[in-house]
């Protein structure tokens, strides 16, 4: 079974293949091929770079030469553990959304009948079915069988749980589907669910779509302003109080429509009596305003892990709020709103002050960015812990970004502190007419260019 482009790729990123330019030479052909058949073996990636290392051509010809041929191929074919992973991604989108709506784990949203609403959404049980072959013909017993063990499984990375095939898989086998932290779908699920075409299913637009669809009730010239004005309030207050005055201010606000007052009512949710302290008061993080949670018994610790990574102690503490009153944002709206917006206001505020002259604006025109100077500047602040991951979203397009003079990839700060090689890594799975059109550079050094010279280029 000969390993895909993909594999190769990471096979060569991670030094395990030698790298002399950016051609692949007649050497890693031999080491390739050495690589599958040791990783058939089960040796390590690691174990497999440091014998290669040693080893001369002629020798590496002879090794190669006298591998028996696999009687079992240890990779299933990669067309049906492709088919798997997008099955098992869109089920876990399906069944995110059948719990957003109040069902519980095991129950889809079937929109026919009452027979087809009872059951696991339809993705999810075929996924089942497909794991269950999958460590049968591996010899292992199926530990996916309850729709409940499998789901707590996904929010560990495949190599800890899957059947072989997928948790020895070089592209799988770091995979985890559900965040752990927030308990919504990862972006490696998102990522997984729209190769296979399931757009509408992905939690990000379907955030952004319940917006859009309020919007639609007003006058279009009125949406553009109404958009920026609730997505800018939701990443200043990931926790708000109810009876406070920047709610009050928004609630009264004339352009909310009771349209766009219901999606608010649907994204804040009232704070879990879990967040409170024995007076009955949420803390609130002085830095982002999300609260500030203590989990066993450590520590209190801001929920917005953004926050965290770029203030590692939380020392400062906001007012803090009186649980009746306190309203949070929905853990998949803190996962993919709040949390990027972190560096995308302070992009937006920065810009300001270096740009006074021209028009910078946050999410302009219901976000056909995150954050523009005119016509001349765009900006999409991105926050992926893979780079791989990152690079495959843009090569499937970079939407209303295209329409700025410069496109600019803003890469969340905290993704590549003591990580050289995560921009390198991104710009080399760009395609090539992305690699020479988009401009892929951290949050700092954007600001520190622009500081110096006014311009990126
Ligand atoms: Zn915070």
């Given at each position: 079974m000969p390993p895909t482009e993909r594999v190769l790729r990471k096979w060569r990123q991670e030094e395990v293949i030698s790298r002399t330019?950016?051609?692949?030479t007649g050497r890693n052909v031999l080491e390739a091929v050495y690589t599958a058949w040791q990783r058939r073996e089960g040796a390590t990636l690691i174990a497999i770079a440091s014998q290669l290392q040693t080893l001369e051509l002629p020798q590496l010809h002879t090794q190669v030469a006298s591998a028996t041929e696999a009687t079992t191929p240890a990779y299933a074919d990669d067309r049906r553990l492709t088919q798997?992973?997008?099955?098992?991604?869109?089920?876990?989108?399906?069944?995110?959304?059948?719990?957003?709506?109040?069902?519980?784990?095991?129950?889809?949203?079937?929109?026919?009948?009452?027979?087809t609403e009872a059951v696991i959404p339809l993705p999810l049980r075929q996924a089942q079915a497909q794991l269950a072959r999958l460590a049968f013909e591996g010899g292992q017993v199926d530990e996916c069988a309850s729709v409940h063990e499998l789901l707590w499984r996904c929010t560990k990375p495949l190599n800890e749980w899957a059947p072989l095939a997928l948790a020895q898989h070089p592209h799988?086998?770091?995979?985890?589907?559900?965040?752990?932290?927030?308990?919504?779908?990862?972006?490696?699920?998102?990522?997984?669910?729209?190769?296979?075409?399931?757009?509408?299913?992905l939690v990000e637009n379907q955030i952004y779509r319940g917006l859009r669809q309020a919007l639609d009730q007003l006058d279009e010239s009125e949406r553009d302003v109404t958009y920026t004005l609730?997505?800018?309030f939701v990443a200043e207050h990931p926790m708000v109080s109810r009876t406070g005055q920047a709610w009050r201010k928004l609630w009264a606000s004339p352009r909310l429509n009771p349209a766009v007052r219901e999606w608010l009512r649907f994204v804040y949710e009232p704070?879990?009596?879990?967040?409170?302290?024995?007076q009955g008061l949420v803390a609130q993080c002085a830095h982002c305003h999300a609260p500030l949670v203590s989990q066993d018994r450590k520590p209190l610790s801001c929920v917005l892990s953004?926050?965290?990574?770029?203030?590692?102690?939380?020392?400062?503490t906001g007012e803090p709020l009186a649980l009746a009153d306190a309203l949070v944002a929905r853990p998949e709206v803190l996962r993919y709103w709040c949390n990027p917006s972190l560096d995308e206001l302070r992009l937006f505020r920065e810009l300001t002050a270096l740009f006074p002259e021209e028009e910078v604006q946050l999410y302009p025109y219901q976000d056909l960015c995150d954050v523009a100077v005119g016509t001349r500047l765009g900006f999409d602040v991105k926050d992926y812990t893979d780079p791989v991951l990152l690079a495959r979203k843009l090569n499937r397009g970079v939407g209303g970004l295209r329409l700025y003079d410069t496109m600019v990839v803003a890469v969340a700060e905290r993704q590549v502190v003591n990580r050289p090689q995560y921009l390198p890594q991104v710009r080399e799975h760009l395609q090539t007419a992305l690699r020479r059109s988009l401009r892929v550079l951290s949050v700092d050094d954007i600001l520190e260019t622009l500081r110096h010279d006014g311009q990126l280029s």
């Open positions: 330019g950016r051609r692949f798997l992973m997008t099955l098992l991604a869109h089920g876990v989108l399906k069944q995110f959304q059948a719990v957003q709506a109040g069902r519980a784990v095991g129950v889809g949203l079937g929109d026919t009948t009452a027979a799988y086998a770091d995979v985890v589907l559900i965040d752990a932290e927030y308990r919504v779908p990862s972006p490696a699920c998102e990522d997984f669910g729209e190769e296979g075409g399931h757009l509408a299913d609730v997505r800018r704070a879990h009596a879990a967040l409170a302290n024995r953004a926050c965290r990574a770029t203030h590692p102690h939380p020392a400062a």
